[in-house]
């Protein structure tokens, strides 16, 4: 009864002021969300921060707070809370990307195998020249390539080679993270586990063609079959 006694005695109690924080912080994370919401763009910490009048302005760690808080809520949503390189955006699940995509008539853009072979290259060799692209490529680069990836905002000029001419220096900007859903140059696959990707595609359309192969075989079969019983039913004789 001793022990009982003492537990109840040193039992924290809340004080009021905490619990009005944390209601605080609840009107923070549902403001936080519906700044997200609304937003057409990626936003970081700061510039949520910046859309609360000045006075009113909570400190950068409740809005991380908050930020984790929703995160944790859509977990097991369709939708989620993706930070990426302009910063967190809502955006559906990309496991259900392809349903949704059908709500769409317009058609994902097709690239050639050289524009995504260039752009590659300079995002696992930047800061590199068209001259560095060409001589890895093997082939002259054409300048609708390099103009496309501008217009896409996938590139862009971040220095001059000290060279004669000071060709351009291309680098990747922060809008080819956010198109390719990921945060930083590190969250690239390496080139060893592109080359285990292109091996398992190799082996998946290997598969797929064996497979296809054999339903066709399977298929003349079951043709073949059906051409004897319907010959046995009319009392033909199966026989050449």
């Not at 609304?38 to 950068?60: D, H, Y």
């Not at 890895?136 to 996938?154: H, N």
């Not at 001059?160 to 945060?183: C, S, V, W």
Request: hydrophobic share 40%.
């Amino acid at each position: 009864m001793e022990e009982l006694t003492q537990l109840v005695e040193v039992e924290p109690v809340v004080p009021d002021p905490v619990i009005e924080l944390l209601d605080v912080n609840m009107e923070i994370k549902r403001i936080v969300e519906a700044i997200i919401f609304a937003a057409n763009r990626p936003m970081t910490v700061k510039q949520i921060q910046q859309v609360f009048p000045e006075i009113e302005q909570p400190e950068l760690i409740e809005i991380l707070g908050a930020i984790e808080s929703i995160t944790e809520d859509y977990r097991d949503r369709p939708i989620e809370l993706k930070h990426v390189a302009s910063g967190y955006r809502f955006q559906v699940r990309q496991e259900l990307s392809r349903w949704v995509s059908r709500l769409f008539e317009e058609k994902p853009p097709r690239y050639s195998r050289a524009l995504l072979e260039t752009l590659a290259i300079i995002a696992y060799r930047q800061p590199v020249t068209r001259g560095d692209i060409e001589d890895i490529r093997g082939v002259s680069v054409s300048s609708s390539i390099i103009q496309t990836l501008l217009e896409r905002d996938w590139i862009k000029v971040v220095a001059h080679k000290e060279a004669p001419g000071r060709p351009g220096l291309y680098g990747t900007t922060k809008q080819f993270l956010d198109y390719f859903n990921i945060t930083n140059l590190n969250d690239l696959p390496t080139l060893q586990e592109i080359q285990d990707l292109d091996l398992s595609l190799d082996n998946a359309q290997h598969i797929l063609q064996e497979e296809s192969e054999k339903q066709t075989t399977d298929e003349q079969d079951e043709f073949a079959q059906t051409y004897t019983n319907i010959r046995e039913e009319l009392g033909e004789t199966t026989a050449v």
